[in-house]
DNA sequence: TTGACTCCCATAGAATTCCATGATATCCCA
DNA sequence: TGGGATATCATGGAATTCTATGGGAGTCAA
C-alpha cells in the first residue's frame, strides 16, 4: 500500500483553492478516490485529511444509527458534522473551506505532512514549530533513556 | 460508500419549503432515494433525518409484526409513528410539518448536520451550542488519555 | 372559494470546469 | 553521461454550471 509521506509546500489562491500535492493524489487515486476528507483536529491548530476509507473504519467502529442510543459517541457526531469531502478537480486542486483555514490559521500558503494513513495541513510556521518541539520531546526521551533518573 | 459529512445552513421560506442541501440529495441518490424520511430526536431538540435503509435496518432489529407478541418495543411504535417520508421536490427542498419545525425550535433557517449514515435538522443556535459542548468534552477525554500515557 | 400543496420559471451568487503559462522534473538517446 | 525533448506540476484567470431561494400559476380537496 502506497502511504502520505513527506511534506509539500503550496499556495492558497484567493479564491481559496489549493493544489493537492501530486504524490498525495496518487496515493488516493490508489484507493480509488477522487476527493479528500478534511476535519479538524481536536487542538484546532491544523487539519487532518484521509480518504473516505477512514471514515468508514470510524463510522463502523461507533456503530450505526441508533435513536435509543446515548451510548453513541458524540465525539463522533462531532467529526462528521466538521468534516467535509472535498472532490479533487481536474487539475488536481480542492477548495478548503474558509471556516477550517481561519481555525488553523491558514492564509497565503499551508503546509501538507505525510501522517502514513492520513496527513496534515498546516500554517508553515505552525507546523515548524511543532517539529521543533517534537525533536525536543524526542531528544529528552532518548537523553533520559540512557542515564536513568538523571535531569 | 457515500456519507452524510459536514453541515449547511439553509433557510425555511415563508411557505415552509427548506433546500436539502446538494450533497445529501447526491448521497440519497446514491442509494436510490428521491425521499428523506424525518422523526424527532428523543430529547426532542433536534430532527433526525435518513433514508429509508435505516429506517428499514431499524425495524429489523426491533423485530417484524407479530400479533401474537406484547413485547414489541413501544419506543419503536412511537417512532415510526411519528416519522415521516417526504418527496424531495424539482428544485431539491423538502416542506417540514410545523409539529417537527416547532418542536425543534427552528423558525427562519435550519442547520444540516451529517452524522455519517443519517444527518440531523437543527435551530443553529442550539447546533452550536451542543457542538461546543462536545467539544469540550472531547478535550477533556484527549488532555486525560494524554497525561496517562505520556512521559 | 380558500387554503395547502405541487410544478415551473427567474436570478444572484457560489462553485466547478476549462484553458493558458511558467517552472520543474523526468525521460531518452547520442 | 550530458543535454535537449517531453511530460508533469503548480498556479492564475475566464467561462460555464450548479445551488439556493424567491415568486407565480395551476391543482386538488374541503
Redesign the interface.
Known amino acids: 500500500m502506497a502511504l502520505f509521506l513527506s511534506k509539500f509546500e503550496n499556495k492558497v489562491d484567493k479564491k481559496g483553492r489549493v493544489s493537492v500535492p501530486a504524490r498525495f493524489r496518487s496515493v488516493l487515486a490508489e484507493k480509488g478516490y477522487g476527493s479528500v476528507?478534511l476535519f479538524p483536529t481536536?487542538?484546532g491548530d491544523a487539519i487532518n485529511a484521509c480518504g473516505?476509507d477512514v471514515?468508514?473504519g470510524l463510522?463502523e467502529r461507533i456503530g450505526?444509527?441508533d435513536?435509543?442510543s446515548e451510548e453513541r459517541d458524540?465525539?463522533?457526531?462531532?467529526l462528521?458534522?466538521?468534516?467535509?469531502?472535498l472532490p479533487i478537480d481536474g487539475d488536481g486542486r480542492i477548495m478548503i473551506p474558509q471556516e477550517l483555514l481561519d481555525q488553523a490559521g491558514i492564509d497565503g500558503a499551508c503546509l501538507f505532512a505525510g501522517r502514513g494513513d492520513s496527513f496534515q495541513i498546516w500554517r508553515p510556521e505552525a507546523f515548524e514549530e511543532r517539529m521543533k518541539q517534537a525533536k525536543e520531546?524526542a531528544r529528552a526521551?532518548r537523553a533520559?533513556s540512557v542515564k536513568v533518573g538523571a535531569e
Open positions: 476528507v481536536v487542538e473516505m471514515m468508514e463510522l450505526g444509527f435513536p435509543f458524540s465525539d463522533a457526531d462531532v462528521m458534522a466538521e468534516a467535509v469531502e520531546r526521551k533520559r
